[in-house]
């Protein structure tokens, strides 16, 4: 079965950096759209980026576009989230998701697979 693992969240001052990390198993990941994916206490997971199969295609939510960068490692199995210049109003838990063709959406029913998510901690 399909596992995804992130890690890489943490507490942080506004205007530090985080890079969040999934490694996955149990799918042909290169074959993959690979998502980040957000959720605040009391509101609804959002989109954040995904990335094509071969990285060759991206595309990020306006809220963190220039700020946050996605790619992938599919000798390792690994997507990354480089995010820079963090705000107080990115808190939120992050998670990771595949999709199961290699074409990029940003709604989280066009992803089969999730993790299980990773704090994300802005404070100003």
């Known amino acids: 079965q399909v596992q995804l693992v992130e890690s890489g969240g943490g507490l942080v001052q506004a205007g530090g950096s985080l890079r969040l990390s999934c490694a996955a198993s149990?799918?042909?990941?290169?074959?993959?759209?690979m998502g980040w994916f957000r959720q605040a206490p009391g509101k609804e997971r959002e989109f954040v980026a995904v990335?094509?199969?071969?990285?060759?295609?991206?595309l990020y939510a306006d809220s963190v576009k220039g700020r946050f960068t996605i790619s992938r490692d599919n000798a390792k199995n690994t997507v990354y989230l480089q995010m820079n210049s963090l705000k107080p109003e990115d808190t939120a838990v992050y998670f990771c998701?595949?999709?199961?063709?290699?074409?990029?959406?940003?709604?989280?029913?066009?992803?089969?697979?999730w993790g299980q998510g990773t704090q994300v901690t802005v404070s100003s």
């Open positions: 998701a595949a999709r199961g063709l290699g074409s990029i959406v940003t709604i989280p029913r066009g992803f089969t697979s």
């Open positions: 149990g799918l042909t990941f290169s074959n993959a759209a």
């Open positions: 990335i094509n199969w071969s990285g060759g295609s991206t």
